[in-house]
Nanobody, 124 residues
């Protein structure tokens, strides 16, 4: 079964850190760009960050620049999102998606595979 699986979410206090993982099952991530999205309660899904297939290009939505870092380990077939200095407004379900290429911090021309998401809650 071809799928992406996110993990690493949880409850963290403001100022804390989490590292999310996006692992591919049934296919290799080598040829795909990967984007992270999030959806806060009652809000639409929004793009957070994108990384090219080689890892040579990364981009971030303005509110997470300097706090989040996207990276990939193609040998492990996994993409990561390191989130530092977390804020309550970062709360939401985080999803990863594969696509042909990045367009800024989102995918260009549609997504191929989506994960089911991992919940991040930032609260004291």
């Amino acid at each position: 079964q071809l799928q992406l699986v996110e993990s690493g979410g949880g409850l963290v206090q403001p100022g804390g850190s989490l590292r999310l993982s996006c692992a591919a099952s049934g296919f290799t991530l080598d040829y795909y760009a990967i984007a992270w999205f999030r959806q806060a309660p009652g809000k639409e899904r929004e793009g957070v960050s994108c990384i090219s297939s080689s890892g040579g290009f990364t981009n971030y939505e303005d509110s997470v620049k300097g706090r989040f870092t996207i990276s990939r380990d193609n040998a492990k077939n996994t993409v990561y999102l390191q989130m530092n200095s977390l804020k309550p407004e970062d709360t939401g379900v985080y999803y990863c998606a594969s696509c042909e290429a990045c367009s800024g911090y989102v995918c260009y021309d549609g997504m191929d595979y989506w994960g089911k998401g991992t919940l991040v809650t930032v609260s004291s």
